[in-house]
C-alpha cells in the first residue's frame, strides 16, 4: 500500500530532492522507493516509469527556474536585468545541481506539456533581450549563446574545472559582462553574421 499522502506531485519532488543530494543520474526507482518507504512497483500507481520520472524532475526544475529568472528580473531592464538573471541561473544551478542536470535536454516536440514548461525560462530570457533591442527574429540566437556560456561555466564550477585560485565571482562577473557588451551591440554583429 502506498504511504499516505503520496502523490504524483510529491513523487517528483522527493526525486527532485534525492537528484540534488545524490546527482541526476542516481534517480532509479528503487531509490526513490526506498527514499518514499515504499515498494518500488507502487510507484507506478504515481509515474509511469523511469523515464517519465526524470521527465518529471525535468518539468519541476523548468518550472523552478523560470519563477527564479522571473523573480530576479521583475522591474528590471537592460544591462541590470541581463545581470540579475545570470546571477538567478547560476544560483538555481548551485542549489539544485540534480534538477538542473535534468533540464538540460530539450524535451521532445510531441509533448506540449513540457513544450510549454520549457518555454518559461526562455520567455523571461527574451523579454530580458528586448531590453538590449534584440527582437523575436534574433532571440533564439541569442538565447543560445548566453545558455551556452552561462551553462558552461556553472557546468564547469560544479565538476571542478576551475582549480586556480583566482576568484570565480570575479570571472563570472567578467563573463556576464561580455554578454552585456555583445548584446548592446548584437544588431551590429547579427547583420554582420548575415552577410557572410
Known sequence: MPRAGLTP???AEEAARLCDEEGFDALTLASLAKRVGVAAPSLYKH?????ALRRDVA????AELAE??????VGRS?????????????GYARAHPGRYAALQQAPRPDDEEAQRVAAGPVSVLAAVL????IGDDQAV??????????????????????????????????LVEGFVRAF?????????TGDG
Open 184 to 192: 548592446e551591440g548584437w544588431a551590429d554583429v547579427a547583420a554582420r
Open 59 to 62: 518539468l519541476l526544475g523548468m
Open 9 to 11: 506531485r510529491v513523487v
Open 130 to 133: 528586448r531590453g538590449f533591442g
Open 68 to 73: 527564479a529568472l522571473r523573480g530576479a528580473t
Open 47 to 51: 509515474v509511469d516509469g523511469l523515464t
Open 78 to 90: 537592460g544591462a541590470p536585468a541581463l545581470r540579475a538573471a545570470a546571477d538567478a541561473y547560476r
Open 141 to 174: 540566437h541569442a538565447i543560445r549563446a548566453l545558455r551556452s556560456g552561462l551553462h558552461g561555466f556553472v557546468h564547469l564550477e560544479a565538476n571542478g574545472g576551475f582549480r586556480l585560485p583566482e576568484d570565480l565571482d570575479e570571472s563570472y562577473g567578467l
